[in-house]
């Protein structure tokens, strides 16, 4: 067997290699962060004004851990302020989950993965936002 036959065995090689990335690319499920995105730029702002907020006014939220189960204790003066908390899984949009609470403390039982939890509540016409990365395993 000459060269040019064994060149053109590679070039034949690389080509059906390239065209089957192709194909398993487009099969792949690519899902969007979220369908709003455009919507949720806009109110970035008022996160930021938020998260200040809880700087200023020390009312950090507390993240325990108790056999690998996140526990998330709101500061104690927020008796029967309603709390918002998002779950956000990046890997699995099933896992997502928007929890409204009145208590100052709730378990989040999640399965193995890697968590964004944002939470917001508000308390005397002050907005308050906190988030944190959890990861379970």
Known sequence: MNWGWKISIVYILF??????L????????????????YAKEKAQQGKIDA???VVKDNAQIKWLYYNQIPFVVFPT??????KTIDVYCAFDPIRDQTIQTQEDSIAMPLLNGKYQIKCT?????????????????
């Open 15 to 20: 080509a059906a290699g390239i065209l089957t």
């Open 22 to 37: 192709v194909y398993k690319s487009t099969q792949e499920d690519i899902t969007l962060v979220t369908t709003d995105y």
């Open 51 to 53: 998260a200040k907020q």
């Open 77 to 82: 003066n927020l008796n029967s302020i309603q």
């Open 121 to 137: 509540w508000e308390f005397k016409g002050k907005k308050y936002y906190q988030e944190k990365e959890v990861i379970i395993r």
